[in-house]
C-alpha cells in the first residue's frame, strides 16, 4: 500500500473522532512515513511498518477520555419544544425506571462475574493458609510423638499447597480475562460514541 492510499483509508477509519486528535494522528503518521522513506526504505515498506490501520484506530480510541468523546459529540444545548416536554414529563414513569434497570442489569452483570473471580482468589488464599497450617501441625504432631497424624498433616498441607499453584494460574487468567473484557467494553462504548462520521 502506497502513503496516499493508507492516509486516506487511515483518515476514513479515524471518522468520528475528535477533529483534533484525528488530524494530530494522522500528522504524525505522515510524518513517520516521510521519516522511513528519507531513511531508505521503499513507500511500501515504510507504510507496511508502522502496524495496521485497525491497531491504529483501536490505540487512538484507547486513549481519548471516554467524557472528552461524550462531550464532543453531544448535540449543543437547545430548549425543548412545549411537545418534547410533555412527553418527557408524561413517559417519565416508564422510560425513568426502565433507565434505571438497565444500568442496574449492565452493573449486577460486571459485580457477578467480578465477585465469582474475587471468590477463587479467596479460595487461593484459604488453600495456602491450609498448607501452611498443615506443615506447621505435622511439625506439632511430630513433636508430640504422634507421627501418624503428623503425616495425614503433611499430606494434607502438600495437598492444599499443590491446589492452589494450579488454582493461581486459574484465578490470574481469568482476572486477566475480565481485564482485557473490561478494556474491549471500553473501546466498544468509545467506538459506538464516536460513531462513522467523516472527518473534514
Known amino acids: 500500500m502506497n502513503r496516499e492510499t493508507f492516509m486516506s483509508e487511515l483518515k476514513n477509519a479515524l471518522s468520528g473522532l475528535p477533529r483534533d486528535d484525528a488530524e494530530e494522528r494522522l500528522a504524525f503518521y505522515?510524518?513517520?512515513?516521510?521519516?522511513?522513506?528519507?531513511?531508505?526504505?521503499?513507500?511500501?515498506a515504510a507504510v507496511a511498518g508502522i502496524g495496521t490501520i485497525e491497531?491504529?484506530?483501536?490505540?487512538?480510541?484507547?486513549?481519548?477520555?471516554?467524557?472528552?468523546?461524550?462531550?464532543?459529540?453531544?448535540?449543543?444545548?437547545?430548549?425543548l419544544g412545549a411537545g418534547k416536554t410533555v412527553l418527557l414529563?408524561?413517559?417519565?414513569?416508564?422510560?425513568?425506571?426502565?433507565?434505571?434497570?438497565?444500568?442496574?442489569a449492565v452493573f449486577a452483570l460486571?459485580?457477578?462475574v467480578w465477585s465469582v473471580i474475587i471468590s477463587l482468589w479467596a479460595v487461593e488464599v484459604s488453600?495456602?493458609?491450609?498448607?501452611?497450617?498443615?506443615v506447621a501441625a505435622a511439625a506439632f504432631f511430630s513433636l508430640r510423638g504422634n507421627f501418624f497424624a503428623g503425616a495425614a498433616s503433611l499430606g494434607a498441607g502438600l495437598f492444599c499447597a499443590g491446589a492452589s499453584i494450579f488454582l493461581f494460574f486459574g484465578c490470574a487468567a481469568a482476572s486477566k480475562g475480565m481485564i482485557r473484557l473490561s478494556g474491549k467494553a471500553l473501546s466498544g462504548i468509545k467506538t459506538?460514541?464516536?460513531?462513522?462520521?467523516?472527518i473534514k
Not at 59 to 64: A, G
Open 110 to 112: 460486571y459485580a457477578a
Open 89 to 104: 414529563v408524561l413517559g417519565f414513569p416508564l422510560w425513568f425506571p426502565l433507565l434505571i434497570a438497565a444500568f442496574a
Open 127 to 134: 488453600l495456602w493458609a491450609c498448607a501452611v497450617g498443615g
Open 30 to 44: 505522515g510524518e513517520m512515513i516521510d521519516d522511513r522513506m528519507e531513511e531508505g526504505l521503499t513507500e511500501e
Open 55 to 79: 491497531e491504529i484506530v483501536a490505540q487512538t480510541v484507547s486513549e481519548i477520555p471516554l467524557g472528552r468523546l461524550v462531550r464532543e459529540k453531544m448535540p449543543p444545548k437547545r430548549p
Open 192 to 198: 459506538g460514541i464516536a460513531g462513522k462520521e467523516r
